[in-house]
């Protein structure tokens, strides 16, 4: 079996267009995953770890290099070359992408945004209501908190909405950028323990944390950004 995902030779840089240089976000990205291992992204701050994770779900366009992904859908595709509509395809049905920030929509209530989130895979609405209870009780978000606006949530009920979202999708890939940053030792080890049940589930997840402490025993394999190399 071919591996999940392969990158090979990523690169990214951007134009810093008022004071008119080129920055190179990552170069020469290397790595193999495949089907249910986890890998964790290290690397100082500013080394590129979002920008990888972000030219896997395309929020940024590769410009160098490919992005071997092995979709259900579309067989090996190259991440860095497909079009905005088999993106968006896998995005809503095979890909998730988790951080600490949620994306509020005005007036949508937690259940709605993680029904919604069901209903774009085109699945019916009487499943959705379902996927979104199981969801939320799953990952412990206070039932009080389902039918009111995540824009007053904190940082961990956010999250716990957030990878709700993203879990109904029963996604093949899941990205996860720092989803604990902003949280306490408490609300870590819940995050920690939803990964070990993802990972039980046989997902395929990339993960960057800042805190090495909070990866150990986690990871299959870590990504060294700054020596490009798998550990
Ligand atoms: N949209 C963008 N426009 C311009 N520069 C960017 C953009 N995104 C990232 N960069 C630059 O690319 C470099 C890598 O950023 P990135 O956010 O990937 O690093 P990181 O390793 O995730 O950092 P941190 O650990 O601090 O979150 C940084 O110098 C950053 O300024």
């Given at each position: 079996m071919p591996p999940l995902l392969e990158v090979k030779g990523l690169g990214k840089s951007f134009t810093i267009h008022h004071l008119n240089k080129i920055m190179q976000a990552v170069q020469n990205i290397e790595f193999t995953l495949n089907e249910g291992e986890f890998i964790g992204i290290v690397g100082k701050s500013g080394s590129g770890k979002s920008t990888v994770l972000k030219s896997i779900y395309r929020t940024y366009l590769p410009e160098k290099g490919e992005v071997l992904y092995r979709s259900d859908k579309f067989g090996i595709v190259d991440l860095a070359q497909l079009s905005e509509r088999e993106v968006l395809y896998l995005r809503k049905h095979e890909i998730g992408y988790v951080s600490q920030f949620l994306?509020?929509?005005?007036?949508?209530?937690?259940?709605?945004?993680?029904?919604?989130?069901?209903?774009e895979m085109g699945k019916p609405e009487e499943e959705a209501r379902q996927a979104a209870?199981?969801?939320?009780?799953?990952?412990?978000?206070?039932?009080?908190?389902?039918?009111?606006?995540?824009?007053?949530?904190?940082?961990?009920?956010?999250?716990?909405?957030?990878?709700?979202?993203?879990?109904v999708k029963n996604p093949r890939l899941l990205l996860l950028d720092e989803p604990t940053a902003s949280l306490d030792d408490a609300s870590k080890l819940k995050v920690r323990e939803v990964i070990e049940r993802l990972k039980a589930d046989g997902t395929t997840l990339i993960g960057i944390f800042h805190d090495l402490e909070f990866m150990d025993g986690l990871c299959d394999k870590v990504y060294d950004l700054q020596e490009k190399t798998l550990v």
């Open positions: 994306n509020v929509m005005p007036r949508t209530t937690a259940r709605e945004l993680v029904e919604q989130s069901v209903i209870i199981d969801a939320l009780s799953h990952f412990e978000l206070d039932p009080e908190l389902w039918d009111s606006y995540p824009n007053t949530f904190s940082g961990g009920q956010k999250l716990r909405l957030n990878i709700a979202c993203a879990i």
